[in-house]
């Protein structure tokens, strides 16, 4: 996800972020207790950001806000096609007919969990985030209308 963001397009590594250049003594080393950036803004976002710490951890909390949201949305959708298939195997829908369903669920999932194991909550690349997150409602809501008597 990294990848699609300003800080790959700017040139920044994992590194700058997660393991800021600090002092020992004479020397300049990194840290290399990798962390989130937001345990040291001064070191690790204000060497390229002239905003203030508070401002910059707003940012930050602001863009994992919406990605949060979306996230929430998202895994609902995912367990309420979960839900449905699982009434419609009960009312005697056949493996045959929940197959379009369950391709649909597994889709949304995979897309879900691409953005939840990426780990930075949609900071890394929030566009990208809030573009997967939508594609993973729009897998479960499909599984949904694709179980529904056409009529």
Known sequence: MWNQGIHSRSGVA???CHM????EGALKISDHHIQSPLLNINRSCQTCHKATEEELKARVESIQARTYSLRNLAMDAVVELIDDIKAAKAAGKT???LASARDFQRKAQ????FVE???STGFH????????????INFSR????????RG
């Open 125 to 136: 690349a929030p566009g990208e985030a809030a573009r997967i997150l939508g594609e993973s």
């Open 14 to 16: 994992c590194a700058d």
């Open 142 to 149: 499909k599984g949904q209308l694709s179980i529904r008597p």
């Open 117 to 119: 194991a990426e780990n």
């Open 20 to 23: 800021p250049y600090q002092r």
């Open 110 to 113: 995979f897309f879900l969990d």
């Open 95 to 97: 493996d045959e007919q």
